[in-house]
């Protein structure tokens, strides 16, 4: 089955370019000029991933991606003229698994967007079809995180971004060990390269999902000169 993306893009010319260079490597594309138009699509439409500009008529791209995360975890790639450091780590910190700053190759953008897919479905599955800590279910099969509500009829899902769930699952299969942003961002992004600020984003956006007092945090803990390790130690 192809790709499902979703464009939001309000120049007509940009989105039509991007929707060309996906469709050339078999994607199906949907595009939208405003946020509001694709919030109202979701319900019909379940892309794979998103394409988000954030300089959109009526709500920004910002907005758009708090309400989108509330409901959905596909992947979503920022395309952005914006590239003041404050908006980028906004977007990341809002939900967003990378950010692209114009003008941009459609190339890259294209390459970027196999390897986000490609990662997804690629996602080793533990020997465990789930993992349980606390009022939390991790289910491996679906990808998604669960809170158990008492009294509910059935798991509340936690709303994870692509790059949230694999930061968490990377963390857990190393239970108890302290891994560096250096060894996380290898694992997670699949290179050594990059930007490693992005490692301590997630883990604090993770921390606010699932911790009860993110600054004292009882699983994602921090360990003073070595990382991060996922711990079940009180």
């Not at 998103?50 to 300089?55: R, T």
Request: aromatic share 10%; glycine share 6%.
């Amino acid at each position: 089955m192809n790709s499902k993306i979703l464009i939001i893009e309000d120049v007509k010319e940009m989105s039509d370019l991007i929707s060309l260079y996906l469709k050339k490597e078999g994607m199906d594309t949907m595009q939208c000029e405003s946020a509001e138009d694709a919030l109202a699509l979701l319900e019909s439409y379940s892309p794979d991933l998103v394409v988000l500009d954030l300089n959109l008529p009526g709500i920004d791209g910002f907005e758009f991606l708090k309400q989108f995360r509330s409901h959905f975890s596909v992947p979503v790639i920022i395309v952005s003229a914006r590239d003041a450091d404050e908006d980028i780590i906004s977007g990341l910190g809002g939900g967003a698994d990378e950010f692209i700053t114009k003008p941009f190759s459609p190339k890259v953008l294209v390459a970027r967007i196999k390897a986000i897919m490609r990662r997804s479905q690629e996602a080793a599955v533990p020997a465990g079809s789930t993992f349980s800590f606390g009022e939390y279910l991790l289910d491996y099969n679906s990808f998604t995180l669960k809170r158990i509500v008492p009294g509910a009829p059935r798991p509340e899902r936690v709303p994870l971004s692509t790059k949230e769930y694999e930061v968490l699952v990377c963390l857990i299969e190393h239970i108890e060990t302290p891994m560096s942003p250096e060894q996380i961002y290898a694992e997670v992004w699949k290179t050594e390269f990059g930007d490693l600020s992005a490692v301590a984003v997630y883990v604090q956006r993770l921390r606010k999902k699932i911790e009860k007092d993110p600054s004292k945090p009882q699983y994602l803990k921090t360990v003073f000169g070595m990382g991060y390790c996922f711990s079940l130690k009180s």
